[in-house]
């Protein structure tokens, strides 16, 4: 009963972490980056000093909105993020225009002189690329991430069950021995960081919860715009009095809000209809501390009367929130954020090494493994275009960025474009070529770009040696990863060139030959 038990849940974990295992590998692959997001973009945004604001550029901020935003319907100051990739944003948005449609200038956050930076997306592109992927619209996205996430649960819990021996598979790890040496490395990167990739499948599940589980919507609510405005109340609407009136500086209004939410500090701010009697000021206050508040201190922009915000949360946003924030780790600090892209490392080469493992066993299997059939050879070149084409394309997409001119209409487009250009490339030089050799000439791809990398960081950007010579060693760090992931994909490249198959036992031989004749 047990062993029919565990066969049951062995080809449950099999087909459940085959289908969408080439999703689920994206997922990690661009997740597990995203822990960095915010380093990452201030890599790709060179340009930016990464000093905290000072007075001098709030004072700048303050007189270049005073100066270009006159008569605007709104003005807004977004802060720059304590890890970097930011510069402080200021931006206006003329009386009847569209949202979207605003006019933006970006400042030094140390000296507040205007600065001028590459058009890219940075590290929040690949954020978004694990739930949102790309060139599809974002709902059909998402329902596949989700079913991809929840495959994954099952996957997760029927391994479980079927590896009796789990804590064993924890400590062992054998080289050179083909299809054991495989399944090692999956149960390993799998044991290892087990709390991980339970909690990051379920939480990710619970942060996407109404794609695919939409019933508690519709069982309380008439329609999803009910449901949103009662679960996020906007802010009330703000009419202009007609008479003028002087703003406080921007200055004055983060210190009301510092002082009205101790502890916090300020993310965005928005003045509605400034200049006016009537301007409102809304500053977005955030804690990086699990479940911590996000909410905005609402003040008269001319007098910094603080008035009455947005009501407490309640238990089910305030669990969803602290949901949200142990899987995307907005709470941890330097360590525990080493800890998370790490375990999300293991993550990617477990997901990995399960859809090569499926390959390695039937190739054993097959009557004549020189002439494997349809379907194992698409699933051979599938593993191929995702394990190596997609890591690859993340290299590119970093070494586009510097290499590309920072005057490039839709600069930050064809960095992204460039992603799946190269990914593609990869993916159809892998379809042409024998199995092996494509392995081989893949990861070597991929080796080469990530060398590059740190190259072109020190011949075309000045940032490496300006930040030696401050003493920030973010750009120092980033192109040492880089050099670590090319010596893995160089030694993988080797491991597979040099790789010798058994050849299989005479008596397997014989039954072959006898299948043949």
Known sequence: MKDSLRQSMASLHTWTGLIPGWILFIIFLFGTAAFFNGEISRWMRPELSGAPVSRQALDAADRL????????????????DPRGGEGLDLSWRAKGASRRDRQEIMLDPGTGAETT???????????????????????????????AALAMLVAILSGIVTHKKIFADFFMLRFGKGQRSWLDAHNVTAVLALPFH?????????????????????????????????????????????????????????????????????????IHHPGDAAAVAQVYMRSDTLGGVREPVHMSATTGEVMGGRP??????????????????????????????????????????????????????????????????????????????????????????????????????WEVNGLFILWGGVFVWSMARPAKRAWTEALSVGAALFAAVPVADLLLSRALPQSLMRGEWLFLSFDLVMIALAAGFALAARKVATHQPKAAPRRRQRDMQEALA
């Open 65 to 80: 909105l005073k100066e270009k935003g006159a008569g605007a319907e709104s003005w807004s100051l977004s802060m720059p």
């Open 117 to 147: 930076v590459r058009d890219t997306r940075g590290g929040y592109f690949l954020y978004r690329m694990h739930f949102d992927l790309h060139y599809m619209p974002v709902s059909w996205a998402r329902i596949m991430v989700c079913i």
């Open 198 to 270: 339970l909690m990051m499948t379920y939480t990710g599940l619970v942060t996407l919860l109404f794609t695919i589980m939409p019933w508690p919507i519709s069982a309380n609510f008439p329609d999803r715009d009910a449901y949103f405005a009662e679960a996020f109340p906007s802010d009330p609407k703000v009419e202009p009095s007609g008479r003028p009136a002087a703003m406080l500086p921007f200055g004055t209004l983060l210190r009301i809000a510092g002082e009205t939410k101790p502890g916090l500090y300020p993310a965005f701010v928005t």
């Open 312 to 413: 407490p949360r309640g238990g089910a946003a305030a669990t969803q929130q602290v949901m949200i924030d142990l899987h995307a780790g907005r709470y941890s600090g330097l360590a525990l954020r080493w800890l998370y892209f790490l375990s999300g490392v293991g993550g990617t080469i477990m997901v990995a090494t399960g859809l090569a493992l499926w390959t390695v066993k039937r190739r054993a299997k097959l009557p004549d493994p020189a002439r494997p059939h349809f379907g194992f050879r698409l699933v051979e070149r599938l593993n191929i275009g995702f394990i190596a084409g997609a890591p690859a394309g993340v290299a590119a997409y970093f070494l586009l960025n510097r290499l590309l001119p920072v005057g490039l209409t839709g600069r930050a487009a």
